[in-house]
């Protein structure tokens, strides 16, 4: 089955305890991104990656790392987290066609909580 | 960069009524509006998505329209079934150069009363 898998599905950490949020897609997608979603606001990018060893910032960068050391591997790691990261995150990826935009599919979400 | 506005933030409809939720957006380089559905405690699914060469598009119940003029698309949903219920998502992007980003609207909670 097509699909974008992510772990845990929720955590509850403490402030600056290191943690990595893995996400992994089995559909050969070039394209990776981050998002976090908070209430009345949507969906806003973190980070996003293009292809393997491709990574660039989306608007909400500040307090994330990523890598793209395989194509089907994406894991975001909070290297000290804070209370205002507390919020439900999402793994999407897509596949690169031209130079449209083809449909993101999402993971089920990471609630994580930071205390 | 981008910014997508979303309206209304809540809409109450009865079943079998129409419901429009409207969204803008400010990056005329913008050439693709997908739209979600979210469910309570699910991931975003993608319904239905118009690029910027179609004005409308329709799938059984559902329709977008895109006004590129003024910056703007709709979804509408018509004769409203309880399984509507849900939050909807417009989102924007511009494209493979922007590593295919979605640039979200608020979202709308949709609540279909029986």
């Known amino acids: 089955e097509a699909q974008v898998t992510q772990n845990p599905r929720y955590l509850i950490t403490v402030t600056g305890k290191k943690l990595t949020v893995t996400c992994s897609q089995n559909?050969?997608?070039?394209?990776m991104s981050w998002y976090r979603q908070d209430p009345g606001l949507g969906l806003r990018q973190i980070y996003y990656?293009?292809?393997?060893?491709?990574?660039d910032k989306g608007d909400v960068p500040e307090g994330y790392k990523v890598s793209r050391k395989e194509k089907r591997n994406f894991p975001l790691i909070l290297e000290s987290p804070s209370p205002n990261q507390t919020s439900l995150y999402f793994c999407?990826?897509?596949?690169?066609?031209?130079?449209?935009?083809?449909?993101?599919?999402f993971g089920q979400g990471t609630r994580l909580t930071v205390v | 960069g981008e910014n997508v506005e979303q309206h209304p933030s809540t809409l109450s409809v009865q079943e079998g009524d129409s419901a429009v939720i409207k969204c803008t957006y400010s990056?005329?380089?913008?050439?693709?509006f997908p739209w979600y559905k979210q469910e309570l405690g699910k991931r975003p699914q993608l319904i239905i998505d118009i690029r910027s060469n179609v004005g409308e598009k329709k799938d059984q119940r559902i329709a977008v329209t895109l006004n590129k003029t003024a910056k703007h698309f709709s979804l509408h949903i018509t004769e409203t079934q309880p399984e509507d219920s849900a939050v909807y998502f417009c989102a924007a992007s511009k494209g493979r150069a922007a590593g295919n980003k979605l640039t979200f609207g608020g979202g709308t909670r949709v609540l279909v009363k029986p």
């Open positions: 559909m050969n997608h070039e394209y």
């Open positions: 990056d005329s380089a913008s050439n693709y």
């Open positions: 990656s293009m292809n393997v060893e491709v990574t």
């Open positions: 999407a990826s897509s596949r690169a066609s031209g130079a449209q935009n083809t449909e993101a599919f």
